[in-house]
């Protein structure tokens, strides 16, 4: 239990309203105080318990308070929190040369900073460095970042909120083979997907972008997984160009998707990688990898002050170790499956889900409406019901009505069958 009494939901929603800045987003009508963590559960200040669906947005793949990564974490604290890279320690070399070795391709080299914002910002730089060419592509409906350059890159007017945002962006419509733009069906069409970012190159850019920034899935997005060829078609594309392809795998790394990486899926090697979230076992991190060619051009002095620090490279280490030696990516796809299997069932038994789609443990529930507006109504009364039955699950999509299933890689297929039936039960209440 936590050390002193817990003040409620109320008085933080009222400290929250006072002291903070209002942007500051919250789920729920009526929130519970979340105080504890531990394995696949949350609990609340009145002890109630949760299954944690979400994992803090697909951050705890080991679940909550890992025993082994608690003792590391606080064995570091103990020892050296923070030094900074001026001088030498230990723990951030070992982490660069544990990623090198589960990095796609020929990315090998690292810089460590806090968060996927500052990972994404950093690579547009090192894209920059090397090309020498200034413009950008990135998805509607991608997410790259709450910092000026990263709001740019994404494609949510949910999360848009830059009124001026940076120019020589140009966003390109990503492949949606459930609802073609194209009027296409899978399978029998041409990549037109493909010739729009073309398209975009030619018309939207001086011809010469510096690089793609992509999500292999598109998380906030929906959670939207392109058909297979498309990432191998893109990647030659963009050769053709010149242009670096980015993988944002701040949401979709280590093991999230069956895969330690979801590029690795469609072996499709990136120029740059980004990533964050879950390597950080719930401390903060970021990371920009790339090639020993792309590495080369950055040599300038670059720092910082908290990115690779001894305790989050430690608790990286140690989580690594653990995601690898538990063997949670395949975990991830094999309990990933049997959810979507379930929840393709369920599909079939209601008008209220449109669309399951996902890989490994990265799964939506797009919710139906009569209009978009009913349909987002719609699934946050779901997402309250099923947190009040003991449930929390995400939320996603350019029209917030994708119910998001994120558990730890960690939890157990019966739980999963568990949440579903009661999402079944939910469902009819509506
Ligand atoms: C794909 C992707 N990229 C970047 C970010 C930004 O990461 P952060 O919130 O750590 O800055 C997110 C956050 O959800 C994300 O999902």
Redesign the pocket.
């Known amino acids: 239990m936590p050390a002193r009494e817990p003040i409620g939901p109320q008085a933080i929603l009222d400290k929250k309203k006072r002291y903070m800045i209002p942007c500051t987003y919250h789920f729920y009508r009526d929130p519970p105080q979340i105080v504890r963590g531990q394995g696949v559960h949350l609990y609340d200040s009145s002890g109630k318990r949760y299954l944690d669906l979400y994992s803090g ?1 697909s951050v705890h793949a080991l679940g909550h308070c890992h025993p082994e990564l608690v003792e590391a974490i606080c064995e570091q604290v103990r020892t050296l929190q923070h030094a900074t890279t001026i001088y030498l320690t230990e723990p951030i070399v070992n982490l660069a040369e544990q990623l090198a070795a589960v990095l796609p391709g020929r990315v090998c080299r690292t810089f460590f900073c806090c ?4 990972a ?1 910002e950093g690579a547009a730089l090192l894209a920059t460095l090397h090309t020498g060419r200034n413009e950008f592509l990135a998805f509607q409906n991608g ?4 910092t000026k350059l ?1 709001m740019s890159l994404t494609g949510l007017s949910f999360w848009r909120t830059d009124p001026h945002p940076v120019g020589g962006i140009t966003l390109v419509s990503p492949p949606h083979c459930v609802r073609c733009p194209w009027g296409q069906t899978q399978g029998q069409c041409r990549f037109e997907c493909v010739d729009a970012v073309e398209r975009a190159i030619l018309t939207g850019t001086s011809g010469k972008p510096a690089a793609m920034f992509v ?1 292999p899935v598109q ?2 997005g929906g959670i939207m997984v392109p058909p297979s060829e498309y990432f191998p078609r893109l990647r030659e594309l963009l050769n053709r160009y010149g242009t670096l392809l980015i993988a ?1 795998e ?2 979709t790394g280590f093991g999230r998707t069956g895969r330690m990486f979801a590029m690795e899926r469609w072996n499709v090697a990136p120029d740059i990688v980004t990533g ?2 879950a390597l950080g076992g719930g401390t903060p991190v ?1 990371f920009f990898s790339t090639t020993d060619e792309i590495a080369a051009c950055y040599t300038r002095p670059g720092a910082s002050t908290f990115g690779g620090n001894p305790v989050t490279a430690r608790a990286g280490l140690k989580f690594l170790e653990i995601l690898q030696r538990d063997g949670l990516a395949a975990r991830s796809e094999y309990v990933g499956g049997q959810l979507k299997d379930r929840l393709m069932r369920l599909a079939q038994k209601t008008d209220i889900i449109s669309d399951v789609r996902g890989l490994g443990l990265m799964i939506g529930t797009e919710i139906a409406g009569r209009d978009s507006r009913f349909a987002a109504e719609c699934t946050d009364q779901i997402l309250e019901r099923m947190k009040d039955a003991g449930y929390l699950l995400g939320k996603t999509g350019p029209g917030r009505n994708v119910l998001t299933w994120m558990p730890p890689l960690i939890v157990e297929p019966d739980e999963l069958m568990e949440a579903v039936d009661t999402l079944e039960t939910v469902l009819k209440t509506l």
Do not use: F, I, P
């Open positions: 947005v968060s996927g914002s500052e994404n997410l790259h970042g709450r990263g999500e998380g906030n944002d701040v949401q964050g979230k970021g």
